[in-house]
């Protein structure tokens, strides 16, 4: 069974309120991604990290940020939310260590995130 | 611009049918297919398929992957409502030049009932 949490489960917030998803991940896997997903839509990779102090961007353009201190968290950040911001959120993790990354991802149960 | 498709959208089947998952891809380089099965929220890995014609099962799943022709399909024999579920699609592109992303489809959704 993955050990890979997501907190809060769901968010309803006001526009113009910073908020931040949790991810942790147990198995000490060094890659780490957060996807987006609308009902009945693909999943869209919004951000991604390979380790420790690395992150990139996704191929969906999204306003909101990411860290990683630790191997084991990885953090999302929006400034200021907005209603377009609205949509679940699924952070994942796989193996590879310091070489490409496996194709079996890891999922969360997601943050369903609404903001009015 | 990569993509994946699946079909049906969604289905509804009654208990110990078989029903068969299509997904189709369009991708300038490819690493594997992968299948993932989404209850509730979590996706959770079922397959990875990286040649042709050789077949996966899994108990009552199995899925095989056409490289020629670009799709794969999952296979679900004697359905039991706890397949109820939305299946996904993926295609992972290759590390050295696209960072090994996954290409996601819309996933079908499927529904058995008693």
């Known amino acids: 069974e993955a050990d890979i949490y997501q907190t809060p489960r769901y968010l309803v917030i006001g526009t113009g309120k910073k908020i931040t998803l949790e991810c942790s991940q147990t198995m000490g896997h060094d890659k780490m991604y957060w996807y987006q997903q609308d009902p009945g839509m693909e999943l869209h990779l919004i951000h991604y990290?390979?380790?420790?102090?690395?992150?990139e961007k996704g191929d969906l353009s999204s306003e909101s940020t990411v860290s990683r201190i630790r191997t084991e968290h990885f953090p999302l950040t929006l400034e200021s939310a907005r209603p377009s911001h609205t949509s679940q959120y699924l952070c994942?993790?796989?193996?590879?260590?310091?070489?490409?990354?496996?194709?079996?991802?890891?999922f969360g149960s997601g943050t369903q995130l609404s903001v009015l | 611009e990569d993509k994946v498709v699946q079909s049906p959208l969604s289905l509804v089947v009654h208990e110990g049918d078989t029903v068969t998952l299509n997904c189709s891809y369009e991708?300038?380089?490819?690493?594997?297919l992968l299948w993932y099965k989404q209850e509730k929220k979590a996706p959770t890995f079922l397959f990875m398929l990286?040649?042709?014609?050789i077949e996966k099962k899994s108990g009552r799943l199995s899925s095989i992957l056409d490289k020629k022709e670009l799709f794969s399909i999952l296979n679900i024999t004697a359905t039991q409502t706890g397949d109820s579920a939305v299946y996904l699609c993926a295609v992972a592109l290759p590390f050295y030049n696209q960072g090994g992303k996954l290409i996601f489809g819309q996933g079908t959704e499927l529904s058995v009932k008693p």
């Open positions: 990286t040649s042709s014609g």
């Open positions: 991708v300038t380089n490819f690493r594997s």
């Open positions: 990290s390979y380790g420790v102090n690395s992150t």
């Open positions: 994942a993790s796989s193996e590879g260590g310091s070489g490409p990354p496996s194709e079996k991802l890891f």
